[in-house]
């Protein structure tokens, strides 16, 4: 393998782009550029890694082909726009922001439809009423035909959307839509509600990496870098660090090795003191037992990383990668 950058494709407008920038950022993976019409840029911590800043739909595209190894997007699209996403690409971290689900929605008028059972009935019905096919609006073609199969549904038409898809019932265009909502608020205001059993994917903004690029030595240390950092940030935020001194007696290491056991926290003794990783949600119980055992001077504080020697989600992805 030669010596190339790792290329990261990112959203270059939008609310997820902005969370993007700021997600990098908090990992310690600052990125500069992508102001105005700038298409490039850098990870400013990371110099064997080029930044390219792409419309949302592009991404999945320049995964798929290699033109990019990395990308961060919606997974909605990277399974929409890519034909066979396991065989091309992995999605290496769902990265807790972006969220929206991806929901079949019929009128709210239609008071006997309440899942998917009820829409094929009304598919049937509506064909032999009008001698034309139910219309289903969206911009998610392949999920749409997708999920719609998997219920047994084949008589219908899909409308491909190119703009506002929930306004598509009121303005005649279709009879019921696919499309993707956070709150669901914009459906209700259009009058549509979201079948029981409507659910087609819960998204959210996904780490891609793809497994059709060229991987050089070091774009590979790069990815090693990004991974380590994003896990490293990711695994601190579940944990806080509680520092405390003791009398180090024989009751104190059976508390610690207790706390070890029972409830995963990590310990370093230090003299007459000492520190531990605590998991967030134990807070109070490892705090109770400190004192309980003569701990004094308790104190809690947040992690910025935690940095282990391993990375599974680094050591799957080569795994895969060997195996192509």
């Known amino acids: 393998m030669t010596s190339e950058p790792l290329i990261i494709g990112l959203q270059s407008k939008g609310r997820l782009a902005e969370q993007t920038h700021d997600y990098l950022a ?15 840029g850098r990870m400013a911590a990371l110099d064997g890694v080029e930044v390219v800043f792409l ?11 290699g033109g990019l190894h990395l990308g961060i997007t919606g997974e909605d699209l990277l399974r929409e726009k890519t034909q066979d996403l ?6 290496l971290k769902p990265l807790g922001f972006g969220r929206a689900d991806l929901v079949v929605a019929a009128p709210r008028s239609w008071i006997d439809v309440r899942d998917m059972n009820d829409l094929n009935e009304v598919c ?3 064909h032999h009423r009008h001698g034309r096919r139910l219309r289903v609006a969206t911009k998610y073609l392949s999920l749409t035909r997708q999920f719609f199969a998997r219920h047994g549904i084949s008589d219908y038409r899909i409308v491909e959307s190119l703009g506002a898809t929930e306004g598509a019932p009121n303005s005649g265009a279709a009879e019921a839509i696919v499309d993707i909502t956070s709150t669901g608020s914009t459906l ?7 079948l029981e059993d409507g659910l087609i994917l819960r998204s959210q903004a996904c780490l891609a990496a793809s497994l059709t690029a060229r991987w050089s030595k070091d774009a590979l240390s790069s990815l090693r870098h990004i991974l ?10 579940e944990f806080k660090l509680v520092q405390f001194a003791s009398s180090g007696d024989k009751s104190m290491a059976r508390t610690l090795t207790a706390l070890e056991k029972e409830l995963g926290c990590a310990v370093q003794l230090d003299g007459a ?4 990783h605590c998991p967030a949600g134990s807070l109070y119980p490892v705090m109770t ?5 003569g701990c004094r001077h308790v104190s809690v504080a947040p992690l910025e990383y935690i940095f282990e020697p391993q990375n599974l989600m680094y050591d799957d992805f080569t795994a895969r990668l060997n195996r192509n």
């Open 86 to 91: 396991e065989s091309c690409m992995a999605l």
């Open 273 to 276: 003191g000492g520190a531990l």
């Open 124 to 126: 049937t019905d509506f």
């Open 188 to 194: 209700s205001a259009n009058h549509l509600k979201v």
């Open 55 to 65: 419309q949302s739909g592009e991404i999945p595209a320049q995964l798929e082909s």
């Open 26 to 40: 908090a990992c310690g993976l600052a990125i500069t550029g992508g102001q105005g019409r700038e298409y490039t």
């Open 228 to 237: 380590d950092m994003i896990e490293g940030r990711s695994r601190a935020k």
């Open 289 to 293: 037992r400190l004192r309980d055992a």
